[in-house]
């Protein structure tokens, strides 16, 4: 703004000095011409004087016009230094509100990266439980606890049950006959599983692979010899593997170790298949419930049937009782009719004097 003002103002000086020459030029050949030598000193005398007269106004114009942008100049560098003060105070506040939200991200990263470090020591002690079959089968007994206690009432599971032969089943479902008492089985073979998928090449998978087949079948073959007793046990046993790969695994490429188990009669379970057949079982557990309910029901109504009969002959005895009552009360008020009568007519026989009354009736 202040450079388009101040060249405007010199080109308005230029053409002001510009038109003074031309005027100052026209007058002095005019002046020579009319008046002479002298004529025209006084002219040139005139013309300096209109000339120092018109630079002064316009000087005085010029500084006026100065003054003006002055003070626009002083207005505008005052109002943005307020608004620059506005805008440094509004971004020192984001500023900070940035540095606090940064701080408070941080904060979390760091809390993030501990819960990390805790969970990488958590996979690293699982690894470790896994790793050892001791640990391993300890850590399928809690699982299969958990399962077991969330879904079942107490009275329908035992946990480390001894039967007859001696062995000890991890958990006995207490069902009734049919199909009795049901064991499951909480170790797993998991180090050939490892094996199995640490397998670089084909020679490698295919030997590891039968390894797996026939840790599996081993097992399936222990559990269908311990656990199922003809007498004392179900016909069937279940397998619990606390691992949904190692299940998806041996449904995935080993159907006939699965078909091995169905012969043996040894169902292999997952924790989420477990799941559904605990509550199948539960669903079993309440309708044996609600037979047994329903024969005691039965019992107490037919029970309520002898006594609405007894109480039907006592309450028909008793009609009898008071229609034979009502029948002697009918005669009761008329014997009481009749002697009363009798009263009235003796009341009414008049005794002649010196006559003795009469008690019989006149023949």
């Given at each position: 703004?202040?450079?388009?003002?101040?060249?405007?103002?010199?080109?308005?000086?230029?053409?002001?000095?510009?038109?003074?020459?031309?005027?100052?030029?026209?007058?002095?050949?005019?002046?020579?011409?009319?008046?002479?030598?002298?004529?025209?000193?006084?002219?040139?005398?005139?013309?300096?004087?209109?000339?120092?007269?018109?630079?002064?106004?316009?000087?005085?114009?010029?500084?006026?016009?100065?003054?003006?942008?002055?003070?626009?100049?002083?207005?505008?560098?005052?109002?943005?230094?307020?608004?620059?003060?506005?805008?440094?105070?509004?971004?020192?506040?984001?500023?900070?509100?940035?540095?606090?939200?940064?701080?408070?991200?941080?904060?979390?990263?760091?809390?993030?990266?501990?819960?990390?470090?805790?969970?990488?020591?958590?996979?690293?002690?699982?690894?470790?439980?896994?790793?050892?079959?001791?640990?391993?089968?300890?850590?399928?007994?809690?699982?299969?606890?958990?399962?077991?206690?969330?879904?079942?009432?107490?009275?329908?599971?035992?946990?480390?049950?001894?039967?007859?032969?001696?062995?000890?089943?991890?958990?006995?479902?207490?069902?009734?006959?049919?199909?009795?008492?049901?064991?499951?089985?909480?170790?797993?073979?998991?180090?050939?599983?490892?094996?199995?998928?640490?397998?670089?090449?084909?020679?490698?998978?295919?030997?590891?692979?039968?390894?797996?087949?026939?840790?599996?079948?081993?097992?399936?073959?222990?559990?269908?010899?311990?656990?199922?007793?003809?007498?004392?046990?179900?016909?069937?046993?279940?397998?619990?593997?606390?691992?949904?790969?190692?299940?998806?695994?041996?449904?995935?490429?080993?159907?006939?170790?699965?078909?091995?188990?169905?012969?043996?009669?040894?169902?292999?379970?997952?924790?989420?298949?477990?799941?559904?057949?605990?509550?199948?079982?539960?669903?079993?557990?309440?309708?044996?419930?609600?037979?047994?309910?329903?024969?005691?029901?039965?019992?107490?109504?037919?029970?309520?049937?002898?006594?609405?009969?007894?109480?039907?002959?006592?309450?028909?005895?008793?009609?009898?009782?008071?229609?034979?009552?009502?029948?002697?009360?009918?005669?009761?008020?008329?014997?009481?009719?009749?002697?009363?009568?009798?009263?009235?007519?003796?009341?009414?026989?008049?005794?002649?004097?010196?006559?003795?009354p009469s008690l019989l009736p006149p023949a």
């Open positions: 703004m202040l450079s388009s003002f101040t060249l405007t103002d010199l080109l308005l000086i230029v053409l002001v000095l510009a038109v003074l020459a031309v005027l100052t030029l026209l007058l002095a050949q005019r002046g020579r011409g009319r008046f002479g030598q002298d004529g025209g000193e006084d002219i040139a005398a005139r013309i300096d004087r209109l000339q120092v007269d018109t630079v002064q106004r316009v000087m005085e114009q010029l500084q006026a016009q100065e003054r003006h942008v002055r003070e626009a100049l002083d207005q505008r560098l005052t109002a943005l230094q307020s608004q620059l003060g506005e805008r440094l105070d509004k971004g020192q506040a984001e500023t900070s509100k940035t540095v606090v939200d940064l701080r408070e991200r941080l904060v979390r990263i760091d809390e993030a990266q501990k819960a990390m470090g805790q969970l990488s020591s958590q996979v690293l002690s699982l690894q470790e439980v896994l790793s050892n079959k001791q640990a391993r089968g300890a850590f399928g007994e809690v699982q299969l606890n958990d399962l077991v206690v969330a879904i079942l009432p107490p009275s329908a599971y035992a946990f480390q049950a001894s039967l007859s032969n001696s062995a000890r089943v991890d958990c006995l479902l207490q069902l009734p006959n049919p199909p009795g008492p049901i064991a499951i089985d909480a170790k797993f073979p998991l180090e050939s599983y490892r094996a199995l998928h640490a397998a670089t090449d084909d020679a490698q998978r295919t030997i590891a692979a039968r390894a797996f087949r026939q840790a599996v079948g081993k097992h399936i073959a222990d559990i269908a010899g311990k656990y199922i007793l003809a007498g004392e046990t179900a016909e069937s046993a279940l397998m619990f593997l606390p691992s949904e790969a190692v299940y998806a695994e041996l449904h995935t490429n080993f159907l006939d170790v699965v078909d091995a188990s169905y012969r043996a009669r040894v169902y292999i379970v997952s924790p989420t298949t477990l799941m559904a057949t605990l509550n199948t079982v539960r669903a079993v557990l309440k309708d044996v419930k609600m037979r047994e309910q329903a024969g005691l029901i039965q019992k107490e109504v037919g029970l309520l049937l002898g006594d609405v009969e007894r109480l039907s002959g006592r309450v028909e005895s008793l009609r009898r009782h008071f229609g034979q009552a009502n029948t002697d009360i009918e005669q009761i008020v008329t014997s009481a009719g009749k002697i009363a009568g009798r009263g009235e007519k003796i009341q009414s026989v008049e005794l002649q004097d010196g006559a003795q």
